[in-house]
């Protein structure tokens, strides 16, 4: 119901003239809600831009709206906002956020006893599923803490896309492993003067929605611009909703990646099947913007088209930072004399101790020291404007680079997976290579040999030869001895002192054959000292990083994996688990990105740093978009 029809049926007071809508109204989310104590609510901001809520009201299933005191009259990119509400929440209840225009931002609904501690949404702040917590509530901070360790399958089932151009279709998909029967579902539009109508009058057929399937229904109540389409099951509890601004929802609104990302206008729809999300426009919901890129291609750059397509891990959440991406290179920047490889560009590192730099690593034997340049990563003249090649011990050789890290001690660290010149053999090590060590082209310093560790690749094929180190993290020892982390050689607690050679940390490397991260002290004299294995619960690592911000270890997989980054901890049992997986932002391209970098906190602004990644393929979105032939895009997360 719109601001002037409330006014008409006496449900406000009249104004002398509506607020206009708010830009990005639609991207804030009702995030947790309590029906207990003072009957909080939380407000997520999905969206890449700050919203104003002055003006903004709340109202149950039995108040009229309104006014509410958020405890920030402003809600920031990717923040929190949280209020009591000024009416008594129920135990069976409902409740709907309007902008001070009078369009309806959001609305959850809950059963008896759902929201106690609290209803929250689970699977990603302002996007997730609604699940009831297990713990207490987490007011004003992410829900992961406070979620349960799996959510319901009936939260399987998501709105997966909304057509509003006249046929008026929804989409609803299952991402659980069981189906999940919808017979008693009803769904609603944001026009409060509706009444919510059930799945089964609108498609009869629609009973239940298989594991991993599709069920399409057209709304009863027709869908327009500035709208939302709020879904709840037979016990009454939401399950999902969406709310798009004008443009939106044309032709179709679609979740970005399909069943789990961000809703993002599509050019095509895809109704009964997966999104493909292809056009990434902004005129919808929780969505963002591919930014910058063009440029021609030159000789000797390549872009390859992206292979190994595979789906996310289980309760992935969806990114937590920005929703806006910029293209962050220019056109063909890595070509390089040793073939078509203008595409390669795989591990990404920042520099700790020089934040303003970051280091790449190139397949093809190249290192490169990059800074920005008017918003672009290019290489830094004043190391080599063209990179420098790398070699193996003895400068011989052509290793397969593709992890990077900077160590303790300043100097670059990198991994090779085999030997180019020889590519069917793997040869999977680490090398260490001195930054300030002058020419064209660096030798290592130190450089350790773990190829004996996994004969499953020698077998002959240059494809099994190329599935080894795919990246490498330095993690210091202070935080592992801080966080307890128990060494599996002597099943204490990890005391550096035992270990007199190794420096100030131990390297992750990441394995892509099984997606596990092995992890070794490298000591001066040459010798490794191996502490065994890590899981990381995905098919494959294609980069890994250790971020101070968050005090985790992220493991990044490409589009093998879905594009998703796993942040692990260190458990109450010592051991290294994953803590959460995140997706990529949903405007960028489903490619080979090998590379992922978060910048250090001290780079922060306005609560957000730097993220970047790195296509392998520089294919972006394919031949003619201005994605074609770059290979950094670079992006935001938290602090």
Not at 472 to 494: E, M
Not at 508 to 519: K, N, R
Not at 521 to 548: C, Q, R
Not at 589 to 596: A, Q, S, T
Request: glycine share 14%; charged share 15%; hydrophobic share 35%.
């Amino acid at each position: 119901m719109t601001f002037s029809a409330l006014v008409a049926t006496g449900l406000l007071a009249a104004q002398p003239a509506a607020a206009a809508d708010p830009v990005g109204y639609q991207n804030v989310r009702i995030n947790e809600v309590t029906s207990s104590n003072n009957d909080t609510v939380e407000l997520y901001n999905t969206g890449s831009t700050a919203v104003s809520l002055i003006g903004w009201k709340m109202s149950d299933d039995s108040f009229s709206p309104q006014s509410f005191t958020p405890s920030a009259s402003t809600i920031p990119a990717g923040g929190f906002v949280t209020f009591d509400s000024p009416k008594g929440l129920g135990d069976s209840d409902k409740l709907v956020i309007y902008t001070a225009g009078g369009a309806v931002a959001d609305r959850v609904e809950w059963a008896t006893g759902k929201a106690k501690p609290a209803m929250a949404r689970c699977g990603g702040d302002g996007t997730g599923a609604w699940v009831t917590g297990t713990t207490a509530a987490t007011f004003g901070a992410a829900n992961a803490s406070g979620c349960p360790t799996s959510v319901p399958s009936a939260s399987r089932v998501r709105i997966n896309e909304v057509t509003s151009d006249g046929s008026d279709t929804v989409e609803l998909y299952n991402g659980g492993t069981s189906a999940v029967g919808i017979g008693s579902w009803k769904y609603v539009d944001s026009d409060t003067s509706h009444s919510p109508v059930s799945v089964s009058s609108s498609s009869p057929s629609a009973t239940s929605v298989p594991a991993g399937g599709y069920v399409t229904f057209d709304s009863a109540l027709g869908l327009g611009d500035n709208d939302s389409l709020f879904l709840t099951d037979g016990n009454g509890d939401s399950v999902d909703s969406v709310t798009w601004a004008t443009g939106g929802a044309k032709p179709s609104d679609q979740r970005c990646a399909n069943g789990t990302g961000w809703f993002q206008t599509s050019t095509t729809a895809t109704l009964g099947s997966a999104n493909t999300c292809s056009g990434g426009g902004g005129a919808g919901g929780q969505t963002g913007h591919l930014l910058g890129g063009g440029g021609s291609l030159t000789s000797g750059c390549t872009p390859e088209a992206p292979s190994g397509t595979g789906s996310a891990p289980a309760g992935t959440s969806a990114w937590p930072g920005g929703l806006d991406v910029t293209i962050t290179d220019n056109v063909c920047a890595f070509t390089t004399s040793t073939g078509p490889e203008g595409r390669d560009v795989s591990g990404l590192a920042f520099d700790p101790a020089n934040p303003s730099v970051l280091w790449a690593a190139k397949n093809k034997n190249w290192l490169y020291k990059l800074v920005k340049s008017n918003g672009k990563w290019v290489p830094d003249p004043s190391w080599s404007a063209t990179g420098k090649q790398i070699r193996f011990a003895g400068g011989s050789g052509q290793p397969d680079s593709e992890g990077v890290t900077v160590g303790g001690n300043g100097h670059v660290y990198v991994t090779s997976e085999r030997d180019n010149a020889d590519n069917t053999v793997p040869k999977d090590t680490i090398m260490e290579f001195d930054p300030a060590a002058t020419g064209s082209t660096l030798t290592p310093v130190h450089q350790w040999d773990m190829t004996s560790q996994f004969p499953q690749l020698d077998t002959g094929s240059k494809d099994d030869a190329n599935l080894g180190f795919e990246g490498v993290g330095y993690v210091p020892d202070s935080w592992l001895t801080a966080n307890g982390w128990t060494d599996p050689l002597t099943g204490a607690a990890y005391d550096p002192a035992n270990y007199p050679l190794h420096g100030s940390g131990l390297y992750f490397a990441g394995l892509e054959w099984d997606g596990t991260l092995h992890v070794y002290g490298l000591n001066s004299d040459g010798t490794f000292t191996t502490f065994g294995t890590v899981s990381t619960g995905k098919a494959s690592v294609m980069d890994v990083t250790f971020d101070a911000g968050t005090q985790r270890i992220v493991a990044t997989c490409d589009n093998t994996c879905g594009e998703t980054h796993t942040f692990l901890k260190v458990n109450a049992a010592g051991a290294i688990v994953p803590d959460v997986t995140y997706t990529n932002p949903a405007v960028m391209p489903v490619d080979n990105l090998e590379g992922f970098a978060i910048a250090p906190t001290s780079t922060c602004v306005n609560g957000s740093r730097e993220a970047v990644w790195s296509d392998d393929g520089v294919y972006g979105f394919g031949s003619g978009t201005s994605s074609y032939g770059h290979a950094l895009y670079s992006g935001t997360f938290p602090c």
